[in-house]
Antibody
Framework: EVQLVQSGAEVKKPGESLKISCQGSGYTFTTYWIAWVRQMPGKGLEWMGSIYPGDSDTIYSPSFQGQVTISADKSISTAYLQWSSLKASNTAIYYC???????????WGQGTLVTVSS | QNVVTQEPSFSVSPGGTVTLTCGLSSGSVSTKYQPSWYQQTPGQAPRTLIYSTNARSSGVPDRFSGSILGNKAALTITGAQADDESEYYCVLYMGSGIWVFGGGTKLTVL
């Protein structure tokens, strides 16, 4: 069974750094892209970027380029999303999703709530 | 920059049929964009409904169908049920590993 399991909720202060994770299981992690998707409170879904764990090839949405870093550790089948200096506007739920062998997202993580507040 | 457009809200009566659409601010949606549709209920992760324009994801009831109508992608729900009340998002694949989500349609069943 394919599963994407994300790390737990985080509460951080502005200026702090953060790295959240998404661990895949039930499939060959290195051969499927993993995407990160943001959902701000009461708002819609936004594609942030994707990574191919096999070679760490990464693509960012122009809206998120330079704002976050996407990485992966294929030895533990885990993708990451990180911030070096959080802002209150980073408060959101972040989902990881697997890109299918086609061009859609077929499996989703449960989401990680990130709250940034002083 | 391409903007994917969806109706902000829609309502349907139980048992009725509703068609939600997904357009592009510049141009027409065609199968080349591999439109896919996702359902999200409050507090839950999105669920994949339709991909590649009209393919149903595993376990999705056949009352959900996808198509291209005119210059837009469309999601049709036939025989709407109370638990279809959700937010529905379309996503278009722009190529080169880039996706764009629509703003979502809040569907009310009443």
């Amino acid at each position: 069974e394919v599963q994407l399991v994300q790390s737990g909720a985080e509460v951080k202060k502005p200026g702090e750094s953060l790295k959240i994770s998404c661990q895949g299981s039930g499939y060959t992690f290195t051969t499927y892209w993993i995407a990160w998707v943001r959902q701000m409170p009461g708002k819609g879904l936004e594609w942030m970027g994707s990574i191919y764990p096999g070679d760490s090839d990464t693509i960012y949405s122009p809206s998120f380029q330079g704002q976050v870093t996407i990485s992966a550790d294929k030895s533990i089948s885990t993708a990451y999303l990180q911030w070096s200096s959080l802002k209150a506007s980073n408060t959101a739920i972040y989902y990881c999703a697997r890109r299918s062998s086609g061009d859609h997202f077929d499996y989703w993580g449960q989401g990680t709530l990130v709250t940034v507040s002083s | 920059q391409n903007v994917v457009t969806q109706e902000p809200s829609f309502s349907v009566s139980p048992g009725g049929t509703v068609t939600l659409t997904c357009g592009l601010s510049s141009g027409s949606v065609s199968t080349k964009y591999q439109p896919s549709w996702y359902q999200q209920t409050p507090g839950q992760a999105p669920r994949t409904l339709i991909y590649s324009t009209n393919a149903r994801s595993s376990g999705v009831p056949d009352r959900f169908s996808g198509s291209i109508l005119g210059n837009k992608a469309a999601l049709t729900i036939t025989g709407a049920q109370a638990d279809d009340e959700s937010e529905y998002y379309c996503v278009l694949y722009m190529g080169s590993g880039i996706w764009v989500f629509g703003g979502g349609t809040k569907l009310t069943v009443l």
